[in-house]
């Protein structure tokens, strides 16, 4: 379904990813691109630092969170020679299409866009004004997104549900703009959500997420994986008595990890009573530490050799801007009439 597609995915800088983020966002979003490129489709793969700039405005926490989201693509097996692997802000063209769209995007698409809303009713809540601490850049991300889409002529965007109107309203604005010139000056972008990929449940059960302190760790040692997955919930019920696996939050986090044989059997050792909890504890931990100790080998090289990493976002930028300047050569030759 991707052959001879261009497939875009933006990230944004948002603090140290776990083993949540990794195995639900992470990986999927590289195997995606590997398999756009595998059949002859493209690959643009880029941090959204302008996006990131409406929260962080403290310029070493933003640079660190840089860091970290380029090692961590790096280490999970992004191949920077064969994605487009860039720094929005080093995309000048991103912005300027971004002010030609503005002129072609209705300001009640915008009032409608989810994160907008949120934060209104986020104000609403705490019986704040309305736009109490929302800047011009939050509300008008929708745009700002639509433009790294359409630069690229992109096809495919993979996006989490989240995201669906986002890129709704690339496809609105391009199909506008497209309708006033008759004329297809921007490829209309479809979405894509993978229904297949895990959602990790966290230590408490709930979905791991950082916001509940809930994770297990990605890329620090082997101890504090360790820490946390034996803090995993569990009951009082001894190793002999027969239990269900659906019902043991272990199984459910080896499920996003393990393979079918190994799931199997830590399946069968919970049903016929031969697995306590410690047990399935070290099955997990193992599991985690097989899945992350190459990437996070390799994610420590790069932290520590970031010069590379600067050069790889430079080299992915020089490669990836002639596309984003057809595109803003074709819409300024349109809307100025040359
Ligand atoms: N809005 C996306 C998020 O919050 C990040 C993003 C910015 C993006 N521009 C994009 C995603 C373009 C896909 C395409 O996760």
């Known amino acids: 379904m991707f052959a001879g597609k261009t497939i875009l995915t933006g990230v944004k800088p948002t603090g140290t990813p776990h083993l949540g983020n990794y195995l639900g966002a992470i990986k999927p979003a590289i195997e995606l691109g590997q398999k756009a490129i595998a059949q002859g489709g493209k690959h643009y793969m880029f941090i959204a630092d302008y996006h990131a700039i409406n929260a962080e405005k403290d310029p070493a926490v933003l640079n660190q969170k840089m860091k970290e989201i380029a090692c961590i693509y790096l280490a999970g097996g992004l191949d920077p020679k064969k994605s487009y692997f860039y720094r929005q802000s080093d995309i000048p063209e991103i912005p300027e299409i971004t002010t030609i769209l503005y002129a072609y995007t209705p300001k009640g698409f915008m009032n409608k866009a989810h994160a907008y809303k949120a ?77 297949q990929v895990a959602v990790v449940p966290g230590i408490d059960g709930r979905k791991m997420s950082k916001s509940y302190g809930n994770v297990i760790p990605l890329f620090e040692d082997d101890k504090a994986i360790k820490k946390a997955i034996f803090s995993i919930k569990t009951d009082s019920r001894p190793m002999e008595e027969p239990k269900d696996p659906d019902e043991i939050l272990v199984y459910e986090i080896y499920k996003s990890i393990a393979t079918p044989e190994q799931l199997q059997e830590m399946g069968d050792g919970l049903r016929q009573g031969r697995l306590g909890y410690g047990h399935i504890k070290n099955m997990l931990l193992d599991a985690v530490i097989n899945e992350v100790s190459a990437a996070r080998e390799k994610y420590n090289y790069y932290m520590n050799h970031y010069d590379e990493v600067e050069a790889m976002l430079e080299e992915g930028a020089a490669r990836a801007r002639p596309a984003a300047q057809a595109v803003l050569k074709r819409l300024k030759d349109a809307v100025f009439g040359r």
């Open 119 to 195: 934060a209104v009713d986020k104000n609403r809540a705490a019986g704040k004004p309305d736009d109490d601490g929302i800047n011009m850049g939050l509300y008008t991300y929708p745009t700002l997104m639509a433009a790294d889409i359409l630069s690229y002529d992109t096809d495919v965007v993979p996006v989490g549900k989240d995201q669906v109107q986002h890129v709704e309203i690339a496809r609105d604005i391009a199909g506008a703009i497209n309708a006033h010139y008759e004329k297809e000056l921007l490829r209309l972008p479809a979405y894509y959500v993978d229904d």
